[in-house]
């Protein structure tokens, strides 16, 4: 969509917008395929020939892989779309399970973090003129934004989640978290102002609502889903995050606590401590195979004493 406003707003009629369009879709299924197998061949014929340990030639390939992006950020340039637009396209057709993604991740993440995003950041609330918003008819055109923006990923993941047996409170949390929005939104409006497709007061419009619409996340999920409901237990509801032994030993041996007979507790045991002659099982909040013919050996020794 960004893509054919982009050529719509660029272009001086119909034919030469259907020219830019047509380029884009023909260069995407070009890249999808062809250039996808390149790539995927020369990735895995330079990793199966030399070792992980050799720097040299993985310092080679990044340097191939970068080429290739800013070789493609060039021709999306050409067609007269955002460069960043192509860079994106050849990301995807990376292989993710490649050493050499990983490499690049690991050498670039940093740099990106620490330089870059706060640089984009900047510049982004440098292109915001707020100067250009009045009370009315900006006003409600903001908040209208918002409401339209926020009503539409809440309903839109909130729902279907519901629907598919998520719980309530945790397909709220989904629509919550859903609505934040972040660097590809400010991605997508800084590249329609420069392109001309957004004017200066929608695009600060656009921004207060990105900017509303993540600060609010955060109080939401936690009224939604405060810190103390966070805890995984069984499917049962009968492991506590806390747990005495002779207690659950009782629970396997009545059979409750697993129908399937599997034996497998969705909270995992990662201590046992005394307390008042009597152990206890300390959990946590992950999910792990509990071997329960293993507590009628630690109760024995207890019973012993």
Same mark, same amino acid.
């Given at each position: 969509?960004?893509? @054919?406003?982009?050529?719509?707003?660029?272009?001086?009629?119909?034919?030469?917008?259907?020219?830019?369009?047509?380029?884009?879709?023909?260069?995407?299924?070009?890249?999808?395929?062809?250039? +996808?197998?390149?790539?995927?061949?020369?990735?895995?014929?330079?990793?199966?020939?030399?070792?992980?340990?050799?720097?040299?030639?993985?310092?080679?390939?990044?340097?191939?892989?970068?080429?290739?992006?800013?070789?493609?950020?060039? /021709?999306?340039?050409?067609?007269?779309?955002?460069?960043?637009?192509?860079?994106?396209?050849?990301?995807? @057709?990376?292989?993710?399970?490649?050493?050499?993604?990983?490499?690049?991740?690991?050498?670039?993440?940093?740099?990106?973090?620490? @330089?870059?995003?706060?640089?984009?950041?900047?510049?982004?609330?440098?292109?915001? =003129?707020?100067?250009?918003?009045?009370?009315?008819?900006?006003?409600?055109?903001?908040?209208?934004?918002?409401?339209?923006?926020?009503?539409?990923?809440?309903?839109?993941?909130? @729902?279907?989640?519901?629907?598919?047996?998520?719980?309530?409170?945790?397909?709220?949390?989904?629509?919550?978290?859903?609505?934040?929005?972040?660097?590809?939104?400010?991605?997508?409006?800084?590249?329609?102002?420069?392109?001309?497709?957004?004017?200066?007061?929608?695009?600060?419009?656009?921004?207060?609502?990105?900017?509303?619409?993540?600060? /609010?996340?955060?109080?939401?999920?936690?009224?939604?889903? &405060?810190?103390?409901? +966070?805890? /995984?237990?069984?499917?049962?509801?009968?492991? &506590?995050?806390?747990?005495?032994?002779?207690?659950?030993?009782?629970?396997?041996?009545?059979?409750?606590?697993?129908?399937?007979?599997?034996?497998?507790?969705?909270? &995992?045991?990662?201590?046992?401590?005394? =307390?008042?002659?009597?152990?206890?099982?300390?959990? =946590?909040?992950?999910?792990? =195979?509990?071997?329960?013919?293993? /507590?009628?050996?630690?109760?024995?020794?207890?019973?012993?004493?």
């Amino acid at each position: 969509m960004l893509v @054919i406003a982009i050529a719509i707003a660029n272009a001086k009629n119909s034919g030469s917008a259907g020219w830019v369009f047509f380029a884009m879709f023909f260069y995407a299924v070009f890249l999808f395929t062809v250039g +996808r197998y390149i790539v995927e061949s020369v990735v895995q014929y330079v990793e199966s020939k030399y070792p992980e340990s050799n720097q040299q030639i993985a310092n080679t390939l990044m340097s191939f892989l970068i080429i290739c992006m800013y070789a493609s950020a060039w /021709i999306t340039s050409m067609f007269g779309i955002e460069a960043i637009i192509g860079s994106f396209m050849f990301g995807l @057709i990376v292989p993710r399970s490649s050493r050499i993604f990983h490499v690049c991740t690991e050498r670039l993440e940093v740099f990106v973090h620490v @330089i870059m995003l706060p640089l984009y950041f900047a510049q982004s609330g440098l292109s915001t =003129d707020f100067t250009v918003l009045h009370s009315y008819p900006d006003l409600p055109l903001t908040i209208a934004v918002i409401a339209v923006a926020t009503f539409g990923k809440v309903l839109g993941a909130g @729902i279907p989640s519901y629907l598919l047996g998520i719980p309530f409170r945790e397909s709220a949390v989904i629509a919550v978290l859903m609505n934040t929005r972040g660097l590809v939104e400010l991605i997508v409006l800084n590249i329609g102002l420069n392109q001309g497709v957004l004017n200066q007061r929608i695009f600060s419009i656009m921004v207060i609502m990105c900017l509303f619409t993540t600060f /609010i996340t955060c109080p939401i999920v936690h009224l939604i889903y &405060p810190m103390e409901m +966070r805890i /995984i237990k069984n499917k049962f509801d009968l492991v &506590p995050s806390t747990v005495s032994l002779s207690e659950l030993e009782n629970q396997v041996n009545a059979g409750d606590l697993d129908n399937n007979n599997n034996n497998s507790i969705e909270t &995992p045991v990662t201590d046992i401590k005394p =307390d008042e002659g009597n152990l206890e099982l300390i959990v =946590d909040n992950a999910r792990t =195979d509990f071997d329960t013919t293993c /507590i009628s050996d630690l109760v024995e020794p207890q019973n012993e004493q």
